[in-house]
T-cell receptor, first 107, second 112 residues
């Protein structure tokens, strides 16, 4: 069965302290891997799509990378406004989401 | 402004009643989706549609029904057969099934 696991469940950082979030997956026939940001009580906001191993995408302080088994979301010098839950999803036969990583950035 | 809307934001219903959640998009997207989100869990796919008048079941379709009569609209009915309907419901749309999805603001359904 297709599985998507995100780690850690929660991450607390000081402002400016860079770190990475992990998304490991086991799917047959990956068609795409997606990263989203979700603020409390709101719908997820699309960040990146990665289609093949070795691919990288960047947006402001965020950089997403993809291997054959996992994806990383690197956050460089985070700010308090980066606090949110970050969701990973994989598209194979259908779309499957991980449970998310709840990021808190303290000033 | 293009976007995806869901209404209402909060919905309360008595146990045993059917309820319909609205989802409308003006992004001209072909694909639309319904997800359910419970605390501490990832989004779970209920139904999706890649084209008008066609839709497929997701992982947790039991107790739900949908229709896709127009490209812009994809309403979800939560029936009395759904055993645990209280949840946060999210609608999304995308250009195609390999593209990033754009989500609405969600409807929080509480069944009393």
């Amino acid at each position: 069965e297709d599985q998507v696991t995100q780690s850690p469940e929660a991450l607390r950082l000081q402002e400016g302290e860079s770190s990475s979030l992990n998304c490991s997956y086991t799917v047959s026939g990956l068609r795409g891997l997606f990263w989203y940001r979700q603020d409390p009580g709101k719908g997820p906001e699309f960040l990146f799509t990665l289609y093949s191993a070795g691919e990288e995408k960047e947006k402001e302080r965020l950089k997403a990378t993809l291997t054959k088994k996992e994806s990383f979301l690197h956050i460089t010098a985070p700010k308090p406004e980066d606090s949110a839950t970050y969701l990973c999803a994989v598209q194979a036969l259908d779309m499957r989401f991980g449970a998310g990583t709840r990021l808190t950035v303290k000033p | 402004d293009g976007g995806i809307t869901q209404s209402p934001k909060y919905l309360f219903r008595k146990e045993g009643q059917n309820v319909t959640l609205s989802c409308e998009q003006n992004l001209n997207h072909d694909a639309m989706y319904w997800y359910r989100q419970d605390p501490g869990q990832g989004l779970r796919l209920i139904y999706y549609s890649q084209i008008v008048n066609d839709f497929q079941k997701g992982d947790i379709a039991e107790g739900y029904s949908v229709s896709r009569e127009k490209k812009e609209s994809f309403p979800l009915t939560v029936t009395s057969a759904q055993k645990n309907p209280t949840a946060f419901y999210l609608c999304a749309s995308s250009i195609g099934d390999r593209d990033g999805q754009f989500f609405g603001p969600g409807t929080r359904l509480t069944v009393l």
